[in-house]
């Protein structure tokens, strides 16, 4: 009777051949998404010389696109994804961001870098929100981080591709005399590898139309603007308790994206292809081993009998980096330095597959769209825009010394994961209630 039961149970969920490839695509997805965010804070410094900007009007493009527009675009889309054809929509998203993404390479002054940059985190903005939802009905509940696993490993695979390619391609072309694409004429060095991130995204997309769209689990209600205002406010402590725990580790790690390259070139000398190598490796071996680990943490505990092992996972991590980053990057030895990045990147890659797995485990069927789009907006305003920002102010306002960039990194890294773990650890007997109420739905 239990070995038909658990038949049964198989036959409902989508064939896991075919749920896998489809987490291939959209991982495939995401490292492009990906490339393009990391190949910026390889450019920051030919950008600034060759449009003549500050710190913070770098910081600004790195982090108010992103930080604002991402997340004002990734809630009506987060609906859309819980009230429409998903897939559909996801080729509409890849298709947006690859061409403005090339769009950017094509820039000759702030105003219209600026205005591109807009347009790649609207595209992206759907995304997450509509991943999430696809792989919580792929999946069952208990194997679900895995699969998030090797979704959000695409960030740090794509990131770390971009910063060695891109660190090659700028090497190659500055140290040459130029290039000049046909219809567009000569194009600079950091033109050129946005050009490059750009386009492969429109190969892509046969890929991803050969996805099915699978039956929504966890219930087949449809929630009206009322009925999700509602829903939140009776779960309010739980969710906000991950969205700004988890806005604290997207902070750490927007910070060292968006300014370790930068300061290793002003505090260490490195050169573009130093930086591409050393900081695309790093990110690709920490970054990935750490979001393909997020499923053994969450079992070491679950193991043990905890509930909320997906929250001390998350904890433990954010307690952990702090020492680690903070004592490493003032160091004053780039390879200590970078090793110390390193472990810190590793230690972020985990919490940022588990945050998300929390959130779906604890979420109705026809809300998950959504509830991702507001954690990405959490994410998005909070850790993709404090992080590049305060960065910089710190070095332009209290430092006031390029010099000091060094103090401000360790600054922000040392300080902010920690923030986060003590908030989640405070609530995690909210999240063990809404797991239980949630119950086995899906």
Known sequence: MADAENTQAAEDWPDPRHAWFAVVMLTLALILAFADRFVLSLLVEPIKADLLLSDTQIGLLQGLPFGVFYTLFAIPLGR????????NLLLICIFIW???TAMCGLARS????????????TGEAG???????LISDYFPKDKRTKPFGLFLSGTHIGGGLALIIGGAIVEMVTSGTGVSLPLIGPVKAWQLAFILVGLPGLLLLPLVAAIRE??????SEKFDITGVLLFIRQ????????????????????AIIAWGPATFMRIYGWDFQQIGFGF????????????????????FFSKRGYEDAKIRGIVTCGFIM?????????????????LAIALTIFLCATPLVLGPAAIMAITPGRLRGQMGAIYIVFIGLLGGFIGPMLVPLLTDYVFQDDAALLYSLAIVVGTIGPLGGILLYMNRGHYVDADRLCGQAG
């Open 80 to 87: 859309l994804a819980d009230n429409s054809n998903r897939r």
């Open 98 to 100: 690859s061409v403005l």
């Open 110 to 121: 702030y105003t219209f870098l600026f205005l591109a940059r807009i347009g790649v985190a």
């Open 127 to 133: 995304l997450g929100p509509i991943t999430m939802t």
């Open 214 to 219: 699978p039956e929504r689990k966890g219930g």
């Open 235 to 254: 779960h309010w402590q739980v969710y906000l308790a991950i969205f700004l725990g988890m806005s604290c580790m997207g902070t750490v790690a927007s």
């Open 280 to 299: 695309g490796s790093v990110i690709l071996v920490s970054g990935v081993s750490g979001s393909l680990l997020a499923g053994s943490v969450e079992n």
């Open 322 to 338: 702090s020492p680690i980053s903070f004592l490493g990057i003032l160091s004053g030895d780039a390879y200590f330095s970078l």
